[in-house]
């Protein structure tokens, strides 16, 4: 049974940076396409970065396309979303989540994690 657990979130000044981790146990995540999603207070969970199992494309949205990276380290077993020039709205709970395909909707995800609280403020 696939196990991910979210790091590395915290309280970043405007413009900041901050580097998340997925780390997987009870099976490689390479099998898996590993998505990170991210929920503001009184909104939808929404999409923020993917990587694929097969080629490892990556997919982010437009809003963090910039700024955000994601990667993986199969020797790790641990996917990173590396975010920089963080902005207040990109506050929220950040979860990783796999599923056989990336995909921007959070119920193809079978498998997710707990989440970690970013939050952008001066």
């Known amino acids: 049974q696939l196990q991910l657990v979210e790091s590395g979130g915290g309280l970043v000044q405007p413009g900041g940076s901050l580097r998340l981790s997925c780390a997987a146990s009870?099976?490689?995540?390479?099998?898996?396409?590993i998505g990170w999603f991210r929920q503001a207070l009184g909104k939808e969970r929404e999409g923020v970065s993917c990587?694929?199992?097969?080629?490892?494309?990556?997919y982010n949205r437009n809003s963090v396309k910039v700024r955000f990276t994601i990667s993986s380290d199969n020797a790790k077993n641990t996917v990173y979303l590396q975010m920089n020039s963080l902005k207040p709205e990109d506050t929220g709970v950040y979860f990783c989540a796999a599923a056989d395909d990336c995909s921007v909707y959070a119920s193809t995800f079978g498998y997710w994690g707990q989440g970690t609280q970013v939050t952008v403020s001066s």
């Open positions: 009870g099976s490689p995540l390479e099998h898996y396409a």
């Open positions: 990587i694929s199992s097969s080629d490892s494309d990556t």
